[in-house]
């Protein structure tokens, strides 16, 4: 503990901020671009933070868009300041049109199940062979844990699993059954920590 940190120190006081040109605006990620290969809550919400502060957010979607799009204003507010264009990954067309976005984006964020980026030629190593600047998301459901690949991870089977559900049905006035949390927990806080993380890695970068 404590074996890096006056390098880390060092580091930071001497970090001088880029300051955006006047006709760039001031909002903090101005000027980058994300590709968001993301689907459904939790993915989409890391390029929304992004999109907040300012960075130029492409949603890539399949020829059958994204499945939460029935959802109506809850997935415009997931999606809120994106753009959105439609690709079909399944396709070498589709994949060379990625790699061409790709080329001169400065983030991409993805949450496939282990492998599936990979089969669609939009995984870390495809794309950061294409672009070695790359700042790379990936954010699979149960992480890199193949043994869990095939699960599905919506927030209230997480929920389960984390025992979240127990524990908000311990409650006296509750009782012994487990009782799901109505609010996303998962779905909220894994992409606050995603976008600190791609925020993280373009400071790295710089």
Same mark, same amino acid.
């Given at each position: 503990?404590?074996?890096?940190?006056?390098? $880390?120190?060092?580091?930071?006081?001497?970090?001088?901020?880029?300051? @955006?040109?006047?006709?760039?605006?001031? #909002?903090?990620?101005?000027? *980058?671009?994300?590709?968001?290969?993301?689907?459904?809550? #939790?993915?989409?919400?890391?390029?929304?933070?992004?999109?907040?502060?300012?960075?130029?957010?492409?949603?890539?979607?399949?020829?059958?868009?994204?499945?939460?799009?029935?959802?109506? #204003?809850? %997935? $415009?507010?997931?999606?809120?300041?994106?753009?959105?264009?439609?690709?079909?990954?399944?396709?070498?067309?589709?994949?060379?049109?990625?790699?061409?976005?790709?080329?001169?984006?400065?983030?991409? $964020?993805?949450?496939?199940?282990?492998?599936?980026?990979?089969?669609?030629?939009?995984?870390?190593?495809?794309?950061?062979?294409?672009?070695?600047?790359?700042?790379?998301?990936?954010?699979?459901?149960?992480?890199?844990?193949?043994?869990? #690949?095939?699960?599905?991870? %919506?927030?209230?089977? $997480?929920?389960? *699993?984390?025992? %979240?559900?127990?524990?908000?049905?311990?409650?006296?006035?509750?009782? @012994?059954?487990?009782?799901?949390?109505?609010?996303?927990?998962?779905?909220?806080?894994? @992409?606050?920590?995603?976008?600190?993380?791609?925020?993280?890695?373009?400071?790295?970068?710089?």
């Amino acid at each position: 503990l404590g074996q890096h940190s006056a390098d $880390v120190i060092a580091e930071w006081n001497s970090y001088e901020p880029v300051q @955006p040109a006047p006709d760039e605006g001031t #909002a903090p990620l101005a000027g *980058l671009k994300v590709i968001d290969l993301a689907g459904f809550i #939790a993915g989409p919400v890391v390029s929304r933070h992004l999109a907040m502060l300012g960075a130029d957010v492409v949603k890539v979607e399949p020829p059958t868009g994204d499945p939460f799009r029935a959802i109506g #204003a809850m %997935f $415009v507010s997931w999606n809120q300041g994106k753009r959105s264009v439609v690709l079909d990954l399944t396709t070498p067309e589709g994949q060379a049109e990625l790699h061409e976005m790709a080329a001169d984006a400065d983030v991409v $964020v993805e949450t496939f199940r282990p492998g599936v980026s990979a089969r669609l030629g939009c995984d870390q190593e495809t794309l950061r062979a294409i672009n070695p600047d790359l700042v790379f998301l990936s954010s699979p459901g149960y992480g890199v844990d193949d043994s869990m #690949a095939d699960r599905p991870a %919506f927030d209230p089977l $997480v929920q389960a *699993l984390g025992g %979240f559900m127990a524990t908000q049905g311990g409650w006296p006035d509750a009782g @012994p059954e487990p009782v799901f949390l109505s609010v996303p927990v998962h779905d909220v806080t894994t @992409p606050t920590v995603g976008a600190f993380g791609v925020v993280l890695g373009l400071l790295h970068r710089l």
